[in-house]
């Protein structure tokens, strides 16, 4: 009956994702079950603090469009949110000052160059990349609007809060940890001021992206994040709409290009799924319109990426038919 009506509507059969309680806790638990084990990859240890993490931890927790929430694992655990966070500042700047102010001041595009590359700066005077990455981020930390240096720090964690569905925190030894050592964010920031990307002082933009680095988050949190961008804005679980619907998209595309560092391409050709990393060992991922997942585990592959988390993502999504780009054949 169903499979007429489309036919009569015109509307082609896009795959069917099995989202029933039953398939997404058998799906949770298998990949729990299959990874558990798994001893590859490391700590980042270039921030002190971070290298003190225990690997141990992994929690899942994935939340429907429709804000049901499942968590496998640890999910009482926090680590720092770090680079997942570029995605909300940039969802943030793009509220405010639209989609164009983002492409137009430091690109849309994957730099082909590490996430903390001075020569990506170079190569196009601080354009031609994107918010993913280390000086399109700071860029836009500095993008956000506010008088003095509380205020914007207020909107931004705020701003983060509402994503998640709770009153977030910085985890303030993370946070001393990599201001006492994050030199090379200070030289690029400052770089993309000298290129007029950053309007003003770079030093501060600087230091409130090294502090949205150190929130602190469980898997839930980040799976509510998520989600919230699978529901068209809209927090799934509170109800609020975070982020305008329209921009939903724009925020997607540039994780589908650049979340997880050099191996964005083979993750999207893996999943489909838009997705962001972060060194502290979470990654988020979404299925638009169907669900927000993310897997908390610190140790990391080669390119900077938690070998847990996407190895249970990957098989999460597939086994729930996730893929936003898999399409049934019309008969
Ligand atoms: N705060 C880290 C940095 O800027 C974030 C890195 C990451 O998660 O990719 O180095």
Redesign the pocket.
């Known amino acids: 009956m169903v499979a007429v009506a489309a036919l009569v509507l015109g509307v082609s059969a896009v795959s069917a994702a099995d989202l029933s309680p039953r398939a997404i806790s058998a799906a949770l638990d298998a990949a729990y079950d299959k990874y558990r084990g798994l001893q590859e990859g490391k700590n980042?240890d270039?921030?002190p603090a971070l290298a003190k993490v225990d690997p141990a931890i992994y929690g899942i927790a994935l939340v429907t469009a429709d804000g049901k929430v499942y968590t496998k694992g640890d999910v009482a655990s926090e680590v720092?949110i770090?680079?997942?966070s570029?995605v909300f500042t940039m969802a943030k700047v793009i509220e405010e000052q639209g989609p164009d102010a983002i492409a137009a001041n430091m690109g849309v595009d994957a730099t082909g160059q590490v996430?903390?590359s001075i020569v990506a700066i170079e190569q196009y005077k601080g354009a031609e990349m994107n918010a993913m990455v280390?000086p399109g981020?700071i860029t836009a930390t500095g993008m956000v609007a506010g008088g003095s240096r509380a205020e914007i720090w207020n909107k931004i964690l705020s701003y983060y809060s509402d994503f998640a569905g709770r009153k977030l925190e910085v985890d303030q030894e993370v946070f001393e940890s990599?201001a006492a050592t994050?030199q090379?964010?200070q030289a690029i920031g400052r770089l993309m001021y000298a290129y007029g990307r950053i309007k003003d002082n770079p030093d501060r933009a600087t230091d409130i992206?090294?502090e949205q680095?150190?929130v602190s988050v469980n898997a839930r949190d980040l799976a509510t994040m998520a989600a919230t961008l699978a529901n068209g804005g809209r927090n799934p679980v509170t109800g609020k709409q975070v982020l305008n619907s329209a921009y939903v998209p724009n925020v997607l595309a540039v994780m589908a290009t650049a979340g997880l560092?050099d191996d964005s391409g083979k993750w999207l050709y893996q999943t489909g799924l838009p997705a962001k990393?972060?060194?502290?060992g979470g990654i988020i991922a979404v299925s638009p319109g169907r669900f927000g997942i993310a897997v908390i585990s610190p140790p990391l592959d080669a390119a900077?990426n938690s070998v847990r988390a996407q190895k249970a993502i990957a098989d999460i999504s597939n086994a729930l038919g996730g893929n936003p780009y898999t399409v049934t054949a019309r008969k």
């Open positions: 980042a270039y921030i720092s770090q680079s997942i570029k996430f903390n280390n981020a990599e994050n090379r964010n992206y090294t680095c150190s560092y990393s972060g060194v502290g900077g």
